[in-house]
């Protein structure tokens, strides 16, 4: 296994959002192709700021990421859209891809302090892999959706 993110791009954005979860797991997070509008529209306001990625394993896409930040913060860095493609899950793909992606937030953004992303309250699988990954609830709901933090400064993959 070979884990990359690459930015999604006028060459690889077709790919992209032919990636699909399965049918169980729709209600859990948006397609590839609804996160990349977000990149256009701005839905959180225009101080945020959207990078989307395809997760490949060599040159093979398995899923999508997309980072979303406020510039000059430290802790409004966060983690959306991320799934595995419904042809790849089960296959050991997310733990490292959540780990290449919090890797990259920290190479790029050293002023960064905690990584935020939001769970789907009935999607057990995802709260696993972010609890087993150092992910904690912050208490906050949002709709169907918990917020989880993750601290960076001195983290394990520190």
């Keep these: 296994m070979n884990i990359r993110l690459k930015p999604v791009t006028r060459d690889n954005w077709e790919e992209a959002i032919k ?5 169980s797991q729709r209600d859990f997070v948006p397609s590839a192709a ?3 509008a977000k990149v256009y529209i701005k839905p959180d306001g225009d101080a945020i700021e959207y990078i989307p990625f395809s997760i490949y394993d060599n040159e093979q896409m398995v ?18 859209g991320f ?3 419904q042809n790849y899950q089960g296959r ?3 733990r490292p891809a959540l780990a290449e992606m919090i890797g990259w937030i ?3 953004f050293p002023q ?13 699988h995802a709260r696993n892999l972010y609890k087993n ?6 208490g906050e709901i949002w709709g169907e959706e918990e917020v989880y933090y993750f601290s960076v400064k001195g983290d394990i993959y520190d």
């Design 19 to 23: 990636m699909k979860v399965k049918e």
């Design 34 to 36: 609804v996160s990349l």
């Design 63 to 80: 899923g999508f990421i997309m980072h979303a930040y406020e510039p000059d913060t430290a802790n409004m860095y966060w983690i959306n």
């Design 83 to 85: 799934f595995i493609d």
């Design 92 to 94: 050991g793909y997310g």
């Design 106 to 108: 920290k190479t790029k």
């Design 112 to 124: 960064c302090e905690e990584i935020r992303l939001t769970v789907h309250k009935d999607n057990h």
């Design 133 to 138: 990954f150092g992910f904690s609830p912050t």
